[in-house]
Structure formats: structure tokens, C-alpha cells
């Protein structure tokens, strides 16, 4: 049903089964692109966020329930992209390829897109990393939003001084949120102030501004022509966006008349209104209460999940039982912007590598280091002190560290020959026990 397997004992299986089936068949084809013709791990790893990713949580309010099950067939089949992106051995574990990749967890992304989902439609469980729950911003659904009743609004750019004037600014400062509009009429200024929640965007103090502005024009000088300044060009342009559906923007432009006139005007040029607004919306921020409530902007939100995604991950990383410790020395925080997508380089931040130590540890073959100058011989020993290797080592001092190593082109190309070379000499390097 619309891409969506149901299953009778509705634990969603099957439906991963199949999306991960489709995936796998994509990823090989990547793949053997990435040998043919040089596709980079790192390319991979944008393809794989921008659309393999996409096909695997596909409706996952649907059909992702969190069960165990669930979580490590995900993993599974993630498992095959990380592996493909870092070039790692295959026994290196989910979790230092996640953090070495940049990859979250795709449960994670799983239960995340169903809280946003939940959120959307103000579903009370929105349990997502014990988030609690959010009040969003509200929307209007889409079948509300009639295009032929659609008009443009006009604003210009020129500001006035005739009839009843209006300066409206939006500021946040410290975390507190605050709107203001400033009035002159006839000789007269008055000014307006009031503080947001905290949650609040500067765009919707901009467009609160406007709003209230409106309304207090409406009530007071109900024939007068009212010209509104405000410096937000994105509410503006918000205001002429049919698509928008941001509940000030859609009062605002129900409440115009031609009685009403919108200007835009340059913030910080010394327009006397303007610095008049800004200072009070400054002021507004600062007051003792909130004086209007409103939801939390759908960016907002998404960023907080985003946060509280990559929390969780970092928890999981951090767990002390938990497989990939090595890699955990060496990357103590989760990131999305990391990217390994070397074979040697992964080898060097999870040891997992041709090195003896590696080989005993999978009984693969019960060997040492020729050189005899330490029992551990794992990779580490080869970048940093295998006197065998010693000709080729000039940059790298036993005290860089792997990062240094690695942030630095020339110290990364001298560990990656060091590291080519046990692979081409296993036979004069290695010595069965
Ligand atoms: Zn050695």
C-alpha cells in the first residue's frame, strides 16, 4: 500500500526487508561504480543521505514500532553502507563505523522522523529520546490554502512620513524574544512592547510586530491611512509566498486592506523610526513577562530533534561496554561532518587492519612481527614504531597523534604507504608463532 508492505503481525519486517533488499541492489551497483571509476566514499556518503536513506525510512510512522527486531535488521543493512563508504574491514563494529563515517544511527533517524511526523499532526506521544512534548507553531493543511483566492501583496521600499506612521522590529537578545511598534501620529509617538516566548524565531517577532501594528491601527484609527515600516524582508517575501502557511503571516495577509500601506526599510541607517522601533523591541525582550504566546517554529523543532538525535547517538558511543573503544579514543564525539572514507585511514582509527595483533585476535592466523620490538604489533605499531618500516617514516614521531596525522596531507600520505606496505609484504613482515 503506497510503497509500504503491511505485514499481519504489524512488525513492519517485511517492509524493511523488501526497502532493504531494493537499497543493497543500489548500493552494489555504487559500489562497483566507486572502483570503476573513482567514486569517492565520501560521494557515497551524500548519496547514501540524500536518497538510499530516504528509500529505508520511507513512512516510518507507519511502520517503525522500535522493537529490537526492528533496530538490527536497520542496522544490518546500514551496516553494508558503512562499510562501502569507510572501505573498512568487515569486522570493525557498527558503531565506530557510524562515528567514523558521520553516519547516525538509522534507527535513530527512524524514530526521530516518526516524532517529527507525531509532532505534525500534534499527536501527544512524542516520546522521540525522551523529548517530551512540543507545541508547534500552527499551520494551516494544505486543502485551506486556496490559490485563486490569492492576491499579491505590495509593498515598496520607499519609507513615509504622511498619515498615521508605523516602525515595527522584531529582536532577540540573551534567548529572550521581543517585539515592538512604534507609533507617530501628528507630532505624537507611542510605543508598543511585547515579550515572546523564548522559543520564538526573530521572524516571528518581525511578523508579531506587523500583526499587532495592524490590529492597533484597526481599533484606534480605523480611517486613517496607516503606512507600516518594517526592515524584515523575509517577512515580506513570506507575505507574497502563496506557499507559506506560517499562522501570523496568513492573519496579516487577511487583515490587509488598501487602507493599509507596507514598507520596507534598511535596518541601521540611521531612519529615525526605525532605530525607535528596534530599541523598543531591544526593551520588549527584557520584560519581566511573556506577553504572547506562541508555538515553536517547525525549524526549530527540527533542529531540537536534530540535537536530540545526535545526543543519543553520542550516548550510545559513550557507553563504556559498548564495541569500538579504540576508535572511541581516538573520536570522543559523535559528528556528523566527519568523514573517513580511506581504507588505511579507517584501519589507523579502528585497528582493525593487517597487523598480527588483528590476525590472532580473528584466529586467522597465529603470527608476530619480525622485528620482535613489541608483543602488541598492532597497526599502530606500524605507523608509529616497526623499525622494519623505519625508512619510510620521516614526518611521523611516535608522539603525533592519529588526528594530526590525518588533518595533515603529507603525515596522512607517509602513514598511508607505511600501512600499503604491510599489506604488499605480509609475507617478509609477519612471522608465524
Ligand atoms: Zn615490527
Given at each position: 500500500?503506497?510503497?509500504?508492505?503491511?505485514?499481519?503481525?504489524?512488525?513492519?519486517?517485511?517492509?524493511?526487508?523488501?526497502?532493504?533488499?531494493?537499497?543493497?541492489?543500489?548500493?552494489?551497483?555504487?559500489?562497483?561504480?566507486?572502483?570503476?571509476?573513482?567514486?569517492?566514499?565520501?560521494?557515497?556518503?551524500?548519496?547514501?543521505?540524500?536518497?538510499?536513506?530516504?528509500?529505508?525510512?520511507?513512512?516510518?510512522?507507519?511502520?517503525?514500532?522500535?522493537?529490537?527486531?526492528?533496530?538490527?535488521?536497520?542496522?544490518?543493512?546500514?551496516?553494508?553502507?558503512?562499510?562501502?563508504?569507510?572501505?573498512?574491514?568487515?569486522?570493525?563494529?557498527?558503531?565506530?563505523?557510524?562515528?567514523?563515517?558521520?553516519?547516525?544511527?538509522?534507527?535513530?533517524?527512524?524514530?526521530?522522523?516518526?516524532?517529527?511526523?507525531?509532532?505534525?499532526?500534534?499527536?501527544?506521544?512524542?516520546?522521540?529520546?525522551?523529548?517530551?512534548?512540543?507545541?508547534?507553531?500552527?499551520?494551516?493543511?494544505?486543502?485551506?490554502?486556496?490559490?485563486?483566492?490569492?492576491?499579491?501583496?505590495?509593498?515598496?521600499?520607499?519609507?513615509?512620513?504622511?498619515?498615521?506612521?508605523?516602525?515595527?522590529?522584531?529582536?532577540?537578545?540573551?534567548?529572550?524574544?521581543?517585539?515592538?511598534?512604534?507609533?507617530?501620529?501628528?507630532?505624537?509617538?507611542?510605543?508598543?512592547?511585547?515579550?515572546?516566548?523564548?522559543?520564538?524565531?526573530?521572524?516571528?517577532?518581525?511578523?508579531?510586530?506587523?500583526?499587532?501594528?495592524?490590529?492597533?491601527?484597526?481599533?484606534?484609527?480605523?480611517?486613517?491611512?496607516?503606512?507600516?515600516?518594517?526592515?524584515?524582508?523575509?517577512?515580506?517575501?513570506?507575505?507574497?509566498?502563496?506557499?507559506?502557511?506560517?499562522?501570523?503571516?496568513?492573519?496579516?495577509?487577511?487583515?490587509?486592506?488598501?487602507k493599509i500601506a507596507l514598507h520596507w526599510v534598511k535596518a541601521h541607517i540611521g531612519i529615525e523610526g526605525n532605530e525607535a522601533a528596534d530599541r523598543a523591541a531591544k526593551n520588549a525582550t527584557t520584560k519581566p513577562a511573556i506577553d504572547i504566546h506562541l508555538g515553536i517554529p517547525q525549524n526549530t523543532i527540527r533542529s531540537h530533534l536534530k540535537e536530540l538525535l545526535q545526543k543519543e547517538w553520542q550516548k550510545r558511543w559513550d557507553d563504556r561496554e559498548a564495541k569500538g573503544r579504540f576508535t572511541h579514543a581516538i573520536f570522543p564525539s559523535v559528528s556528523r561532518t566527519r568523514c573517513i572514507f580511506n581504507k588505511y585511514d579507517i584501519q589507523a582509527v579502528s585497528n582493525h587492519g593487517l597487523c598480527p595483533q588483528f590476525l590472532r585476535r580473528f584466529n586467522l592466523r597465529n603470527c608476530s612481527c619480525r622485528c620482535g620490538e613489541d608483543n602488541l604489533d598492532d597497526i599502530h605499531h606500524y605507523i608509529y614504531r616497526c623499525p622494519l618500516l623505519g625508512h619510510l617514516r620521516e614526518r611521523i614521531k611516535p608522539s603525533t597523534p592519529i588526528l594530526s596525522i590525518l588533518s595533515h596531507p603529507a603525515l596522512r600520505e607517509e602513514m598511508r604507504s607505511l600501512l600499503k606496505t604491510v599489506f604488499g609484504n605480509e609475507r617478509d613482515i609477519f612471522q608465524d608463532n
Open positions: 500500500m503506497l510503497g509500504v508492505i503491511l505485514d499481519d503481525q504489524l512488525n513492519g519486517l517485511p517492509h524493511i526487508n523488501q526497502t532493504g533488499e531494493k537499497m543493497i541492489r543500489i548500493l552494489n551497483r555504487l559500489t562497483i561504480a566507486k572502483h570503476k571509476r573513482g567514486l569517492s566514499g565520501k560521494v557515497l556518503k551524500v548519496l547514501y543521505k540524500r536518497t538510499l536513506e530516504r528509500i529505508l525510512v520511507y513512512a516510518a510512522p507507519a511502520w517503525w514500532t522500535g522493537s529490537n527486531a526492528q533496530t538490527s535488521k536497520l542496522l544490518s543493512i546500514q551496516r553494508k553502507v558503512l562499510l562501502a563508504v569507510t572501505g573498512a574491514f568487515r569486522t570493525t563494529s557498527t558503531l565506530a563505523l557510524q562515528t567514523s563515517s558521520g553516519i547516525e544511527p538509522l534507527d535513530l533517524v527512524c524514530a526521530q522522523e516518526t516524532a517529527w511526523y507525531h509532532i505534525k499532526k500534534s499527536c501527544v506521544d512524542t516520546s522521540f529520546c525522551s523529548s517530551g512534548r512540543f507545541q508547534m507553531e500552527r499551520t494551516l493543511p494544505v486543502f485551506l490554502r486556496v490559490p485563486s483566492s490569492w492576491t499579491l501583496v505590495q509593498w515598496d521600499r520607499i519609507p513615509t512620513f504622511q498619515d498615521l506612521v508605523i516602525f515595527t522590529d522584531g529582536s532577540k537578545i540573551n534567548g529572550q524574544v521581543g517585539a515592538a511598534f512604534c507609533t507617530f501620529n501628528k507630532g505624537a509617538v507611542q510605543e508598543h512592547q511585547y515579550r515572546l516566548d523564548d522559543h520564538c524565531s526573530v521572524f516571528q517577532a518581525e511578523a508579531v510586530a506587523i500583526k499587532e501594528a495592524i490590529k492597533w491601527a484597526a481599533r484606534h484609527f480605523p480611517q486613517s491611512n496607516c503606512n507600516i515600516h518594517t526592515d524584515s524582508l523575509s517577512v515580506l517575501m513570506a507575505l507574497q509566498n502563496p506557499l507559506l502557511k506560517n499562522d501570523q503571516i496568513l492573519w496579516i495577509r487577511s487583515n490587509l486592506n488598501d
